[in-house]
């Protein structure tokens, strides 16, 4: 049986880390409630975005527009992988590393170049040993400490350039939605071409709809200022930056919420730990005391 000594620097230490953990779920509770009113409030705007454009592309057929292109030789992809930039958050970043291997090891012989971008630098570290001759990585620097928003521009703005310019042919975006504080759900959504985000959207990029959403869009008439091509030109890019926009505040949340999660626990196993470490300490501190005085006894009798 460990010392007393022993037992009670052991008990000092898990008692600062149960204090570590407590303040750590404090802020990844202050920083959840934060980010899930942001993916709570970009939702509905995502959906009416898109059937805005839903709605032009069938009343103007702009399947052929840029980004609307579906190329059948697709030789060059872009997966765009969001994790986080720390760790003690449970499994979160397993689980996208793990999507993301899946990805590479499935997909991988369909490309002639796969091209991962990580946006936080924990998935990058985890598959820095994945090599392959069609295979480049990339880690957006800092991307974390700037304004979801801003980023979201700048990494859309990018892509769409280089996707009109025939450079890449399809966009994926690996990330996890949240759902709960509890509940994760990683989900590999496409961006580009844009019938990945536009549901009902045919593989030529023609919206189809039910009959009875027909007779809705043909008895409705909207007049749209400037002209339809005109809109969808400002649309289109903007639907692929909310889409990766949404898709980094869902991991922002999620991340906050396995945070907490986790952070939660490990303060109970703490507490529970200090629970069974300070019985131990009394149990051997009782035996000492025990084993004086047998000692005194035996050496009074001696005498």
Request: net charge neutral.
């Amino acid at each position: 049986m460990a010392n007393l000594k022993q037992i009670r620097k052991h008990i000092v230490s898990v008692q600062c880390t149960g204090k570590i953990t407590k303040a750590m779920k404090m802020v990844a509770v202050s920083k959840l409630k934060k980010s899930q009113a942001a993916v709570v409030m970009t939702r509905p705007y995502v959906n009416e975005l898109i059937n805005v454009i839903e709605h032009l592309v069938a009343k103007t057929n702009a399947s052929q527009h840029p980004l609307l292109r579906n190329s059948d030789n697709k030789k060059n992809v872009v997966l765009i992988v969001i994790s986080g930039d720390k760790g003690l958050c449970g499994a979160y970043n397993h689980n996208i590393v793990k999507s993301a291997k899946k990805f590479v090891n499935e997909r991988g012989s369909q490309y002639e170049n796969i091209h991962l971008l990580f946006i936080g630098r924990k998935a990058y570290e985890a598959m820095s040993h994945v090599n392959g001759s069609n295979i480049t990585k990339e880690l957006v620097e800092g991307a974390w400490e700037r304004p979801v928003s801003e980023l979201s521009i700048e990494l859309s703005k990018g892509l769409c350039e280089k996707f009109t310019d025939d450079k890449i042919d399809e966009v994926f975006i690996l990330y996890t939605v949240f759902k709960s504080a509890i509940a994760q759900t990683v989900v590999l959504d496409g961006v580009l071409p844009l019938q990945s985000i536009i549901t009902n959207c045919d593989a030529d990029g023609n919206v189809l709809f039910s009959d009875e959403e027909k007779a809705t869009l043909d008895e409705t008439t909207y007049i749209y200022e400037p002209s339809n091509h005109e809109i969808l030109d400002v649309l289109l890019p903007r639907a692929v930056a909310i889409h990766v926009q949404r898709s980094l505040l869902e991991g922002l949340a999620s991340e906050n919420g396995a945070r907490m999660t986790a952070m939660d626990n490990a303060s109970r196993n703490a507490t529970e730990m200090i629970s069974r470490l300070t019985l131990q300490f009394n149990r051997a501190r009782q035996a000492a005391i025990t084993t004086e005085l047998i000692e005194v006894v035996s050496g009074a009798e001696a005498l």
